[in-house]
């Protein structure tokens, strides 16, 4: 059974900082891998989908890689706001297609 | 272009009361899927339904129904809620199947079943 972790739990850095959130997964046939944001009481709002194909993803300040033969993906947050305060969760699609696997999240705030 | 709603926002039940869950999409996709969230367990798959007149069970159906009404709707049925229902339901559909496309998520539904 895939399993998805996500280290850590909880993150809390100053403004402007540059800032690593990973993702692990214990099956590395996997399809694609997406990660999500998650304001508090909201739903999920998608940041960057990985094919298994890909190495890295792109999205302004956003930067995924990932890395199937060790089932590890990385998403990069450079130069840091209040805005980006949220909850962080990954997420690894199973080789038949059929099945979403989520991280526990990672808890991220950003102070003035 | 509302993208995925869900209906209704909240609701409490009592234990045994039965009720549906309704998401709708305007995106024209294919695949659609109910979650459901919980501190500490994070977000697991119900059911999902791959394409219209298609529905498969995920990781926790028990206690749930689906049913794909039409391409834009996937709804979720409580027959005899139960406390351990109390959850936030989320609903997501993508293009062509997980495998490809990106989820696009509703804004949940917060269920409390006392």
């Known amino acids: 059974k895939q399993e998805v972790t996500q280290i850590p739990a909880a993150l809390s850095v100053p403004e402007g900082e540059n800032l690593v959130l990973n993702c692990s997964f214990t099956?590395?046939?996997?399809?694609?891998l997406q990660w999500f944001r998650q304001d508090p009481g909201k739903g999920l709002t998608s940041l960057l989908l990985?094919?298994?194909?890909?190495r890295e993803q792109t999205s302004g300040r956003l930067n995924a890689s990932l890395d199937k033969s060790s089932g590890r993906s990385t998403l990069y947050i450079a130069a840091s706001q209040p805005g980006d305060s949220a909850t962080y969760l990954c997420?690894?699609?199973?080789?038949?297609?059929?099945?979403?696997?989520f991280g526990g999240g990672t808890r991220l705030m950003v102070k003035p | 272009n509302a993208g995925v709603t869900q209906t209704p926002k909240f609701q409490v039940l009592k234990t045994g009361q039965s009720m549906t869950l309704q998401c709708a999409q305007d995106?024209?996709?294919?695949?659609m899927y109910w979650y459901r969230q919980d501190p500490g367990m994070g977000l697991r798959l119900i059911y999902y339904?791959?394409?219209?007149?298609?529905?498969d069970k995920g990781e926790v159906p028990n206690g749930y129904n689906v049913s794909r009404l039409n391409k834009r709707e996937f709804s979720l049925r409580l027959e005899s809620a139960a406390p351990s229902q109390t959850s936030v339901y989320f609903c997501?559909?993508?293009?062509?199947?997980?495998?490809?496309?990106?989820?696009?998520f509703g804004p949940g539904t917060r269920l409390t079943v006392t």
């Open positions: 099956d590395s046939a996997i399809y694609n």
């Open positions: 339904s791959a394409s219209e007149g298609t529905t």
């Open positions: 997420a690894v699609v199973n080789n038949a297609g059929n099945m979403l696997t």
């Open positions: 990985i094919q298994s194909s890909q």
């Open positions: 995106m024209n996709h294919n695949s």
């Open positions: 997501a559909s993508s293009g062509a199947g997980p495998q490809y496309y990106e989820q696009y």
